[in-house]
Nanobody, 114 residues
Framework: QVQLVESGGGLVQPGGSLRLSCAAS????????MAWYRQAPGKQRELVAT???????NYVDSVKGRFTISRDNAKNTVYLRMNSLKPEDTAVYYC????????WGQGTQVTVSS
């Protein structure tokens, strides 16, 4: 069964850090580019970061220098390390394949607030 399960979200103060994880199953993980997306209340889902199958990364300008995407192909898992979090980072975060999307998982809520 093809599945994406996100975890690691929570409530954090501005300036804090979180690491999100996405466990993938049901497909050959190491041949696909993967990505993290987020959707804030009342807004469309946006692409945050991508990583190719061989580790090349790209980020939306608003998170460059603060977020780091990585992957462990042995564990079929993609990560998003988020530092220096801001209130505007508050959203539900999702992972998916970058170019051939699967059904979306439930995501993980990240709330940045004092």
């Amino acid at each position: 069964q093809v599945q994406l399960v996100e975890s690691g979200g929570g409530l954090v103060q501005p300036g804090g850090s979180l690491r999100l994880s996405c466990a993938a199953s049901g497909f050959i993980f190491n041949i696909y580019a993967m990505a993290w997306y987020r959707q804030a209340p009342g807004k469309q889902r946006e692409l945050v970061a991508t990583i190719t199958n061989n580790g090349v990364t790209n980020y939306v300008d608003s998170v460059k220098g603060r977020f780091t995407i990585s992957r462990d192909n042995a564990k079929n898992t993609v990560y998003l390390r988020m530092n220096s979090l801001k209130p505007e980072d508050t959203a539900v975060y999702y992972c998916n394949r970058r170019y051939t999307e699967l059904n979306w998982g439930q995501g993980t809520q990240v709330t940045v607030s004092s």
